[in-house]
Each structure stands twice: as C-alpha cells, then as structure tokens.
C-alpha cells in the first residue's frame, strides 16, 4: 500500500488515489497508517515545490487530496490514535480576504500532525487574542498577501502580547520576509507551505 497511495498522491491522481485509499480501509487497512503515507507524499510534494518542480497548482491539488483522504480516514480511527505534534491556531489577518495561502498551509501543517483551529479570514485582532486565550494553542498562525496586512500583523501580534500570551508566532504569504518578521515582531516567517511546516515544527519543539 505504501508505495502505491505514495506515488498516486505524489503523482497527482487524485481520483485513483481516493479509489485506492477507500478500497484500503473497506479491506480492514490501518487508518494510522494510510495517514501517514500521505504525510510522506506531502512532504515530497512540499520538496518538489522547493524545488521548482511542482507549481500553485500542484500544491493546491495535493492540499485538496489529503483532505478528502483525511476525511475518510478519520472515521476509522481510534480515540487518541492519532499522534498530534501540536495545535495551532491560523487565520488571515484583518483587511486581507486571500484564503488560497492559508489553506495550502492549512493542508500541509495537518498533514504533519498539528491539529488546526481555523478562524478564517480578515480576522481582527480581538478575534485572533480570544481564539488563543479559547485554545491555548501551541503556536499561531498568521497569512497575509497584501501590504497593508503587515500593519495588521503588527498589531495583532501585540494584542496577543498585551494580553499576556507568549505563544510563538508564525507569519506567511507573499509580502512576508525577514524585515517583516522582525517589524512585526513575529518569532519565524515562511513564503511557502513546505518551509512554513518545518518552522512550525522547530517552533513547538524549541
């Protein structure tokens, strides 16, 4: 199974890929196992983009895959089975309505293993301080694709702040770079999935 599910993800067949993935499961299949096939098959399709060798449009597809196999498989499995490295909260900060970023990311931090509250887009800065305080998550998550969302992130780090959390803080999307890291005060930044995924992992590890 591990070879065959790897390479229809990898290889973008989507259908075949869930045909195969709910065949596995009908046959009495390991749940955990299907998911963490797809974890490695993310991780590849997260390389290849690195790379240059995949596009948006690949990475969108294979965010999309994961989730309906997901899906499926979250039904078979075990209360607790599923080994979560963390719980993050994430969401588009206010002024900025892009969803398209957010969503990859979304895809590829789930498929690592972080549980993600999702609070959407064009969130302001109360909503992101009251998801935090409701969740107690182990790091946040911010996307942004416009200038005037760098403002905002600002901002909404130092609600955060001022309320008292120190929970770490990732910033994304394509206006994002190290200045804007440090302006705004975040702890890491990422301008794709793949990276924004290994940061957050050595952020709820530090």
Same mark, same amino acid.
């Given at each position: 199974m591990d070879k065959k599910l790897y390479d229809l993800i990898v290889?973008?067949?989507?259908?075949?890929?869930? #045909?195969?993935?709910?065949?596995? =499961?009908?046959? @009495?299949?390991?749940a955990q196992k299907l998911? #963490?096939?797809c974890r490695d098959a993310m991780d590849e399709v997260g390389n290849r983009f690195e790379k240059g060798e995949y596009f948006l449009s690949e990475l969108l597809l294979g965010g999309e895959i994961f989730q309906s196999i997901m899906a499926i498989a979250l039904p078979h499995l075990g209360e607790g089975s599923?080994?979560? =490295?963390?719980?993050?909260?994430? @969401?588009?900060?206010?002024? #900025? &309505?892009? #969803?398209?970023?957010?969503d990859i990311f979304k895809a590829f931090v789930e498929a690592a293993g972080f549980e993600v509250v999702d609070i959407g887009v064009d969130v302001p800065e109360e909503k992101f301080v009251e998801a935090v305080k409701e969740h107690q998550p182990d790091i946040v998550g911010m996307s942004c694709l416009i200038t005037a969302g760098m403002v905002t992130m600002k901002?909404? &780090?130092? +609600?955060?702040?001022? +309320?008292?959390?120190?929970?770490?803080?990732? &910033?994304g999307g394509g206006r994002v770079d190290e200045d804007v890291k440090v302006y705004v005060g975040a702890d890491a930044w990422a301008d794709d999935a793949a990276s924004g995924v290994r940061l957050s992992k050595e952020l709820v590890e530090a």
């Open positions: 290889e973008m067949e989507e259908q075949d890929a869930l #045909d195969y993935a709910k065949k596995y =499961l009908e046959d @009495g299949g390991d998911l #963490d096939v599923q080994q979560k =490295l963390g719980k993050m909260v994430l @969401g588009t900060v206010r002024e #900025d &309505i892009h #969803d398209i970023g957010k901002s909404t &780090i130092e +609600a955060l702040r001022d +309320a008292g959390f120190k929970t770490p803080v990732i &910033i």
